[in-house]
């Protein structure tokens, strides 16, 4: 009777194995490629440059650009809906955060213009952050063929751990954006200290050099003033 009833035991452990690991691997398939995306690039002096994001209707957009190099550090920033509408417009910014919500079918366009710096160009970081798109964690219908063992032979339930691996793979994402967003910061940070210590450099040796002339200057016109070339009749 004791090895019957361990033998069922068993057989059940195994069952709950096969059904957690079949679960893995289509949770694996369905969290896919993020759609979020992030961009780096260069815009030149007297230039405007525009990115398209294609959004669902109903759905969450957010953009966040930082200007991690250049002089003024500053671009005008615009966000134009698929019918044309200005509804997001910034002037002469370094960094900004906008949530569109909810979002219009169609392709957003995402423009940043350095028209007004004719000498300088900037190179400008930015980050798109869609929810509510196939990229995101859905519901049940991406959870095919996976069912919940009878007998309550498992210790947890089988939405309980799916709703735990849901909130694990947002936070990931979530925590993988920050840090993104963080080395931006570090790298315009970086770019400011370079500049601002080749400022400081030649400003300080300018200074120095300045004071040699002045040092020089005075010598020269002291020793002029008791120099005396008169001759003496003796």
């Known amino acids: 009777m004791d090895v019957n009833l361990m033998r069922v035991r068993s057989r059940g452990w195994l069952?709950?194995?096969?059904?957690?690991?079949?679960?893995?691997?289509?949770?694996?398939?369905c969290f896919g490629q993020s759609q979020d995306s992030e961009f780096t690039f260069l815009l030149p002096a007297g230039r405007s440059e525009c990115f398209f994001q294609t959004a669902v209707k109903n759905g969450t957009m957010e953009v966040e650009y930082q200007v991690i190099a250049g002089a003024g550090m500053d671009v005008d920033f615009t966000i134009i809906s698929p019918k044309g509408v200005q509804f997001i417009i910034e002037s002469r910014r370094s960094d900004g955060v906008h949530t569109v919500e909810p979002t219009e079918e169609g392709?957003?366009?995402?423009?940043?213009?350095?028209?007004?710096?004719?000498?300088?160009?900037k190179m400008v970081f930015f980050e798109i952050i869609i929810e509510g798109q196939g990229g995101d964690v859905g519901g049940?219908?991406?959870?095919?063929?996976?069912?919940?063992p009878d007998g309550g032979m498992l210790e947890y339930k089988l939405e309980d751990i799916r709703e735990s691996m849901d909130s694990l793979h947002r936070r990931l994402e979530r925590s993988r954006q920050m840090q993104t967003v963080l080395r931006a910061f570090e790298a315009r940070d970086r770019n400011l200290l370079e500049d601002n210590l080749w400022r400081?450099?030649?400003?300080?040796?300018?200074?120095?050099?300045?004071?040699?002339?002045?040092?020089?200057?005075?010598?020269?016109?002291?020793?002029?003033?008791f120099d005396d070339k008169r001759r003496v009749c003796t």
């Open 140 to 148: 049940d219908e991406e959870w095919p063929g996976i069912e919940e």
């Open 107 to 121: 392709d957003y366009e995402i423009c940043f213009d350095n028209s007004f710096s004719r000498f300088s160009e």
């Open 15 to 29: 069952l709950g194995l096969v059904v957690v690991f079949l679960w893995c691997a289509g949770s694996v398939r």
């Open 200 to 225: 400081v450099s030649f400003w300080s040796c300018a200074s120095v050099l300045v004071m040699l002339c002045v040092a020089f200057t005075q010598v020269y016109t002291v020793r002029k003033l």
